[in-house]
């Protein structure tokens, strides 16, 4: 079991995450409290690879709330398989062979599925009571205009901008630009490789307060790998102690000056440019502001003396 993580985005990170095998998997979710468990995986067919799905579900041995399926040639077969104890639902919208995303939901859980105008992709919103948002996605590679598909998705996370919990999951095919989803307040869950040449293509991206572990578990279903998201649906508590917070000037300055504002250079709308700008800035001087808790010892004690 390999739990390295890369240095230099733990700083930005929203959940703890590990790379696992599959048999490994139930032991590494063994003492995680009342979770909402979400699995990812692309399928690359769901009707060719579905047998070959239950067999790794089954060597899981793990009791998933909501499952993804990206990729699922929807195109060439409509038909979803049945998952027994959940629901199913997918998209529409099948303008390459490759396209679609299926959700098997468990029975008990009360969703609501939206499809929201994607012309770059595929995309199902799920929304779980007033507070929580599960977006999954499916970029094919062939879809090529990258600019169309960041101001979609900007558009989406805008409208759900509400939503205490957004739960950002699924096959993108490209190095998502973390300035547009850090400016709505989404943070990688992890940083690791999801297929076999080394790419992380499968993102995890979340804004929530409450406690993650994200897994990366090493299967042969397609050349992607698994991924698990398991959230304790409690919210992380906040410390007791009070605290001072230090800015680190110098890198915020070069966090800045590194920014892409591409997005603002094409767009025509003010009140975009404006959000993005104001939301991208609140990000990087949060990322660069360190927190220092004040020692009890240190504390000022007003004990009524006169002054000298």
């Known amino acids: 079991?390999?739990?390295?993580?890369?240095?230099?985005?733990?700083?930005?990170?929203?959940?703890?995450?590990?790379?696992?095998?599959?048999?490994?998997?139930?032991?590494?979710?063994?003492?995680?409290?009342?979770?909402?468990?979400?699995?990812?995986?692309?399928?690359?067919?769901?009707?060719?690879?579905?047998?070959?799905?239950?067999?790794?579900?089954?060597?899981?041995?793990?009791?998933?709330?909501?499952?993804?399926?990206?990729?699922?040639?929807?195109?060439?077969?409509?038909?979803?398989?049945?998952?027994?104890?959940?629901?199913?639902?997918?998209?529409?919208?099948?303008?390459?062979?490759?396209?679609?995303?299926?959700?098997?939901?468990?029975?008990?859980?009360?969703?609501?599925?939206?499809?929201?105008?994607?012309?770059?992709?595929?995309?199902?919103?799920?929304?779980?009571?007033?507070?929580?948002?599960?977006?999954?996605?499916?970029?094919?590679?062939?879809?090529?205009?990258?600019?169309?598909?960041?101001?979609?998705?900007?558009?989406?996370?805008?409208?759900?901008?509400?939503?205490?919990?957004?739960?950002?999951?699924?096959?993108l095919n490209i190095d998502i630009r973390l300035n547009l989803c850090a400016s709505h307040g989404l943070l990688p869950a992890h940083s690791s490789p999801t297929r076999q040449n080394k790419t992380c293509l499968d993102h995890v991206l979340l804004k929530t307060k409450k406690a993650a572990l994200t897994l990366v578990i090493t299967s042969t279903l397609t050349d992607h790998q698994t991924v698990l998201l398991c959230l304790n649906q409690n919210e992380i508590k906040k410390s007791s102690l009070k605290h001072t917070t230090k800015l680190n000037n110098e890198a915020l300055l070069t966090d800045i000056v590194n920014i892409d504002f591409e997005l603002i250079y094409r767009s025509y709308d003010a009140n975009f440019c404006i959000q993005f700008l104001v939301t991208t800035l609140k990000t990087v001087i949060e990322q660069n502001t360190v927190i220092i808790q004040t020692s009890r010892r240190l504390k000022t004690l007003n004990l009524g003396l006169p002054l000298a």
């Open 1 to 171: 079991m390999d739990k390295d993580k890369v240095d230099e985005l733990d700083p930005i990170s929203v959940s703890e995450y590990a790379i696992c095998e599959v048999e490994q998997t139930k032991l590494m979710l063994h003492d995680q409290p009342k979770s909402l468990i979400i699995l990812n995986q692309n399928i690359r067919s769901i009707n060719k690879k579905f047998d070959d799905f239950t067999v790794l579900m089954k060597r899981l041995e793990v009791d998933c709330d909501i499952i993804t399926l990206t990729e699922s040639w929807l195109g060439s077969d409509p038909f979803l398989p049945i998952i027994n104890g959940y629901r199913s639902h997918a998209t529409t919208k099948r303008a390459l062979q490759n396209d679609g995303i299926v959700v098997y939901v468990k029975s008990d859980i009360k969703i609501t599925f939206k499809e929201p105008t994607f012309p770059e992709g595929n995309c199902l919103i799920m929304i779980l009571g007033l507070e929580t948002v599960i977006i999954a996605i499916y970029r094919s590679p062939s879809y090529r205009n990258l600019d169309s598909f960041n101001m979609y998705l900007n558009c989406i996370l805008s409208n759900l901008s509400t939503f205490k919990n957004i739960y950002n999951i699924g096959d």
